[in-house]
């Protein structure tokens, strides 16, 4: 557990605060958030129930931990992207790769960030919206761009990106160990069908 939590959220201090956000990550994906008790989590950590809310005032709170550094982490991946490659179609097919390859390989982490966002509270829930705004306006600037220079050709932009991180999002759903591919082999498909998706030559 702790090379895999370390691995996860290497900026999450201390290391128990990352062993109990990756108790309440398989705690959650076995159970569902809301028949997930406090109990649960610390005795999946090795831990007193107390021990959680010296890090963790609430359930609520571990959820939005997980969700906002997810969401932070996807964010980076895709502005990473953008950042170091020109051009809009490699930047897309680069982009996909990346994107669905993270989902794949974090796929439990992944599936409680995107699958339990109603169980947030608002206030909590509006941060982790906000985050979602930015990583789909990044994915609409580069097909935005993609159709300009004629490399593209959607009808919406809008639906087109909504569409491209739909795709990555749902690998988180139902990939597996067992999965035949590779993360890194499923990203280089993906990328290759939203390019063709996106009707780039």
Do not use: C
Request: aromatic share 6%; glycine share 8%; net charge neutral.
């Amino acid at each position: 557990m702790t090379t895999l939590s370390a691995d996860l959220w290497p900026d999450v201090q201390p290391e128990t605060a990352r062993r109990l956000m990756l108790a309440g990550v398989e705690s959650f994906a076995e159970r569902g958030y809301h028949a997930t008790t406090t109990r649960d989590i610390a005795g999946a950590a090795g831990m007193s129930p107390a021990a959680l809310y010296v890090h963790f005032p609430s359930k609520a709170a571990l959820l939005f931990a997980i969700s906002r550094n997810g969401h932070e982490q996807t964010l980076a991946l895709v502005e990473d992207v953008i950042g170091r490659v020109t051009g809009p179609v490699e930047r897309m097919r680069l982009l996909v790769e990346d994107f669905v390859a993270w989902h794949a390989r974090r796929h439990t982490v992944a599936r409680v960030v995107q699958y339990e966002l109603n169980a947030l509270p608002e206030k909590e829930y509006q941060v982790v919206a906000q985050l979602r705004r930015k990583i789909e306006q990044r994915v609409r600037e580069v097909i935005a761009d993609g159709v300009e220079s004629g490399a593209f050709t959607v009808g919406d932009v809008g639906i087109a990106a909504r569409a491209v991180l739909s795709l990555g999002v749902d690998v988180a759903r139902w990939y597996s160990e067992r999965t035949r591919q590779t993360p890194t082999e499923l990203g280089k498909e993906y990328g290759e069908l939203v390019l063709r998706m996106l009707g780039a030559g």
